[in-house]
């Protein structure tokens, strides 16, 4: 379904709203949940009547440079020693996590992340991986996604040999932009033929299925320069492409304070280099997925989506809906079951509840009955173009049309401007509503319409 773009509406729904990388969102959750609260569920788990297979993710803060967009978790350094010191933890943190869960789990997806994976040396990363297989033995190679954030800047030929012996066969690079006056405003330089020379020594060892991430409305981008971009990425021809809203925010975003303003395109600028990037990949044969996400028609992500088992979580979209993701890593982010956990944002925190033998959850939170309803409208709405009534209520045993009379009365003027249309038996996404699903899922946000979400959020467009 193509995307439709109405730019007045689109200034009446640019508020403030989450992203829904889950629900309840991170923060709602609270020091309650901690890690022996993280530990009876875990091992819980294990007896649930079909143990769910796991997906892992593990958070390296390290960075070698700061790129001045980035709002992420991350410890900007240029001494090796503290990626070995930060590996030493984190191999106990694994032993513990892998402690929990029985062995008929396999590992089906692994993802390393950042910061900056890749500022761990060759030698560090196969040490790592040997310690994840030791404590979570992996699912068969035709049956697992390893994927891992590579910085074009930080690898070699012999990386990329080494991540794809070690079974890795997807790789996340952050493009961006091609713009060098964009890149130079970011502090993020790093030509297209770096990348493309990159990329095709990850194919070459392996690491077949690729993502670039893009962001607009960085400093200096306009649609012309932006096309260009747009140009090298085509001929590239990711699996996968991500196309992010750059929220200013130096107020909450130290690094954002070295970005002048006065740089940044205007709204209008903005919206239309949106406009024209998603005509261009959708004419190149791209598949829009949910809220940012494009994807090749025979791709895994669209395929999810096709079948109903595309899910949201903290890294965006996923195929794995039915893992339970385990999360290690300073301020990692994990979901067991009907709960969310996050380790220590921090690392002496994080050092210190290692060195005392427990895993370093800091907060977290259990859902409710409550919760779990909204979760699962709010992740079909982001991720399909249909919401079924039918399967909500045989699900919870609920009627829809009684338990959400509010929310269904406020979608009324959602639907008056044509961003959905409310039939007798769900509610569809149309053209128009495509690029303000968030709106939509807000309408059923219960901690947005109880005023306890005193938090600050991105605009939604």
């Not at 403030?16 to 091992?43: E, I, M």
């Not at 396999?106 to 310690?131: A, I, S, Y």
């Not at 290692?354 to 009955?369: I, K, M, N, T, Y």
Request: hydrophobic share 40%; proline share 6%; glycine share 6%.
């Amino acid at each position: 379904m193509q995307t439709v773009f109405d730019r007045p509406l689109y200034d009446k729904y640019d508020v403030p709203g989450p992203r829904y990388t889950s629900y309840p969102t991170a923060p709602h959750f609270h020091g309650g949940f901690d890690a022996d609260a993280y530990v009876d569920v875990a091992r819980a788990s294990n007896d649930d009547p079909v143990p769910r297979p796991l997906s892992l993710y593990l958070h390296i803060p390290f960075c070698h440079s700061l790129c001045y967009y980035c709002a992420c978790t991350k410890i900007i350094t240029r001494h090796p020693h503290k990626g070995e010191i930060y590996l030493h933890y984190l191999e106990r943190e694994l032993a513990l996590q892998g402690a929990l869960f029985d062995d008929d789990r396999p590992l089906k997806q692994l993802h390393l992340g950042g910061g900056t994976p890749t500022f761990l040396d060759d030698h560090q990363l196969w040490r790592l991986m040997q310690t994840i297989i030791r404590h979570f033995p992996p699912a068969p190679p035709g049956e697992r996604e390893f994927s891992v954030e590579i910085d074009p800047r930080a690898v070699g030929p012999e990386t990329m040999r080494m991540l794809g012996e070690m079974g890795f066969n997807r790789m996340s690079i952050g493009v961006q932009d091609f713009d060098p006056a964009v890149q130079k405003a970011v502090n993020r330089e790093q030509s297209a033929g770096l990348v493309r020379k990159v990329i095709d020594q990850g194919r070459e060892s392996g690491l077949e299925s690729l993502s670039l991430d893009l962001i607009y409305g960085l400093p200096h981008q306009s649609v012309r320069t932006f096309d260009a971009t747009l140009d090298e990425v085509l001929a590239i021809r990711p699996d996968r492409l991500s196309v992010y809203n750059y929220a200013h925010l130096p107020e909450r975003v130290k690094a954002q304070r070295l970005i002048a303003f006065e740089t940044l395109p205007s709204p209008e600028e903005k919206l239309g280099i949106l406009e024209h990037t998603v005509q261009r990949l959708t004419d190149a044969g791209y598949v829009a997925i949910g809220l940012d996400h494009f994807a090749l028609p025979d791709s895994d992500l669209v395929r999810a989506m096709e079948n109903n088992t595309l899910q949201r979580n903290f890294q965006g979209y996923s195929t794995h809906a039915e893992c339970d993701l385990v999360a290690a890593g300073m301020s990692a982010i994990g979901m067991i079951g009907g709960h969310y956990c996050q380790n220590a944002a921090d690392l002496r925190s994080y050092y210190t509840a290692l060195d005392a033998g427990r895993l370093p959850v800091a907060r977290g939170c259990q859902l409710d009955f409550d919760d779990r309803v909204r979760r699962t409208v709010i992740e079909r709405l982001m991720c399909r173009t249909w919401m079924d009534f039918d399967a909500i209520e045989r699900r919870f045993g609920i009627r829809f049309a009684d338990y959400f009379a509010p929310e269904l009365e406020a979608l009324a003027p959602l639907e008056a401007d044509g961003l959905i249309r409310r039939e007798r038996d769900g509610i569809r996404i149309l053209p128009t509503g495509r690029l303000l699903l968030r709106n939509v899922a807000m309408v059923f946000d219960r901690y947005l319409q109880d005023g306890t979400a005193n938090v600050r959020y991105s605009r939604t467009v």
